[in-house]
């Protein structure tokens, strides 16, 4: 397993902004495409950003397009996930995963989840 840590998921209101951290102890996290998903209460999984490996290409849900920027930080060996203009419905636990490229059907990692609530 590479081990992934989720970090900075919380209590938001509408309106306001969290960043999401994913790390990595046991491998070089800038070798793989990372991914962030989320599940909501009763709904599937479903991915919202990735990042490639190396030239850093991104991609994103249109649920989160504008609102979200995923990045990375390979000093510290981290991908972050800045969420603004947060909503009642981007309430989830939010996951990293490890990818070879974020075309890859497979997952190589699982973080074990941060929860995320949107509420007033």
């Known amino acids: 397993q590479l081990q992934l840590v989720e970090s900075g998921g919380g209590l938001v209101q509408p309106g306001g902004s969290l960043r999401l951290s994913c790390a990595a102890s046991?491998?070089?996290?800038?070798?793989?495409?990372i991914g962030w998903f989320r599940q909501a209460p009763g709904k599937e999984r479903e991915g919202i950003s990735c990042i490639n490996s190396r030239a850093g290409v991104t991609n994103y849900a249109d649920s989160v397009k504008g609102r979200f920027t995923i990045s990375r930080d390979n000093a510290k060996n981290t991908v972050y996930l800045q969420m603004n203009s947060l909503k009642p419905e981007d309430t989830a636990v939010y996951y990293c995963a490890a990818k070879s490229l974020c075309v890859s059907v497979d997952v190589l990692d699982w973080g074990q989840g941060t929860q995320v609530t949107v509420s007033s």
């Open positions: 046991k491998f070089t996290l800038d070798h793989y495409a």
